[in-house]
């Protein structure tokens, strides 16, 4: 079997009738069809992967199912992490399956090449597990939204914070791939800003393995801080070696300038203890995440959802709802819909989709437990500071998205 047909096979046989009713005229393929585009095979699986698609579920689920009357269906595919199966796969969606919204991505690389084919087919893309602020920049889309963190935050919130506390001089390790490089470029800059300087950096690719030669260079350079620009299985495994080198125990500090609670609990709070990072969401923070957590863990048979898990059921839920506010599934439409309406979730609080699809919402600074604070399996984060979306999220007349009124 070819690959198309073999792709086609795949994607027809694991749509996911939620719901059956009525098509309505306004809905094209009598269905509102929300591909759950994501890593279900490789290194940002645990992370994204199957819990996207239960937590696109969960948001169909409290929606009711329906859509003004006509059924929703979620569709998950793997991109493998590689751009071109990405936008094949899309292409394939669009013109076969018939798809009406993206949801997730988890790569910057498969986000830009998706985004891209949904704006010339006005179809929707809820970007969430992906971080390049080109998405709500150069390469913004009218059709396109960055539902959780971005390259930009990430760095304002972390980096400062770290910088502030006399971390101003800094080694990368770094993805070599879009999101890794932007990560390291802002990073840089606010370095360069506060006085402070780079040591050096090293590139690998995604899903590397090995990291004995970085952590010696890193070693090696004397920088304060060692800045890992990668996600997800990268981290873990940088982490863990970084320990094998002794890297924190020479004084040298480690920063994950992406980070979840599943890659501290891969880790550990023996080799995590005082990390700190940015994200979105925490299930341990109040009484509607750990409800949101609860159900989750439920669907999943255990385990605490990620900051993009909680990200795709507010993206997928505030879809929903523009859409059958609109009674339309054409994407400019429903963005634009989007946009006009505030999104108020256990996720998001009360944010809004700003012109350019950047979501306006607050991240936390948070850091891993010391292994004698912890008091069950994933009790393994404390909440330092809430970070205010408009001090850490790039201001809309610096981003140079060309559809933004000046």
């Known amino acids: 079997m070819t690959f198309l047909g073999g792709l086609k096979a795949a994607l027809l046989g694991s749509a996911l009738m939620l719901a059956a009713g009525t098509a309505q005229a306004e809905f094209t393929n009598n269905a509102i069809r929300i591909s759950v585009l994501t890593d279900l095979s490789s290194s940002y699986s645990e992370t994204s992967g199957q819990g996207s698609v239960v937590a696109a579920k969960l948001a169909v689920q409290d929606f009711g199912g329906k859509v003004n009357g006509v059924p929703v269906e979620i569709i998950p595919v793997d991109h493998q992490n590689k751009a071109d199966v ?26 830009l090449a998706v985004q891209e084919l949904a704006r010339n087919a006005d179809k929707v893309v809820l970007h969430v597990g992906s971080a390049t602020a080109d998405l709500y920049g150069k390469a913004c889309s009218p059709t396109g939204a960055l539902w959780l963190y971005d390259t930009y935050a990430l760095a304002q919130g972390l980096a400062r914070s770290i910088i502030a506390e006399g971390g101003d001089t800094w080694y990368f390790v770094t993805a070599d791939y879009a999101f890794g490089k932007a990560m390291e470029d802002a990073v840089r800059k606010i370095l360069e800003a506060q006085g402070g300087r780079t040591l050096g950096s090293s590139r690998h690719p995604v899903n590397n393995t090995d990291y004995s030669s970085f952590m010696l260079q890193a070693q090696q350079s004397g920088a304060k801080i060692v800045g890992l620009a990668n996600a997800s299985g990268d981290t873990v495994n940088a982490i863990k070696q970084a320990g094998e080198f002794g890297i924190t125990e020479g004084g040298q500090k480690l920063a994950a300038l992406i980070f979840y609670i599943q890659s501290a609990k891969s880790v550990g709070p023996e080799l995590a203890q005082g990390l700190r990072f940015m994200t979105g969401y925490y299930w341990d923070r109040d009484d509607a995440s750990r409800a949101f957590a609860k159900r989750f863990a439920a669907e999943m048979k255990g ?104």
């Not at 990405?86 to 498969?110: C, E, H, K, P, T």
């Not at 994933?378 to 201001?395: F, G, H, N, S, Y």
Request: charged residues 25%; glycine residues 8%.
């Open 86 to 111: 990405g936008a094949l796969a899309a292409r394939q969606l669009i013109d076969v399956n018939g798809a009406d919204a993206f949801v997730d991505i988890s790569n910057s690389a498969v986000s």
């Open 303 to 406: 385990g605490m959802p990620s900051q993009a898990h909680a990200g795709i059921y507010s993206a997928v839920l505030h879809y929903l709802k523009a859409a059958a506010a609109t009674g339309s599934d054409a994407g400019t439409t429903v963005m634009a819909k989007m946009k006009e309406l505030p999104v108020e979730d256990f996720f998001a609080g009360r944010a809004t989709l700003r012109e350019d699809g950047r979501l306006m919402k607050d991240m936390y600074l948070v850091e891993v437990k010391k292994p004698s604070e912890v008091t069950q399996p994933w009790d393994l984060l404390k909440v330092l500071r809430r970070m205010p979306a408009d001090e850490i999220i790039r201001p809309l007349k610096d981003g140079g998205c060309p559809f933004v009124k000046s």
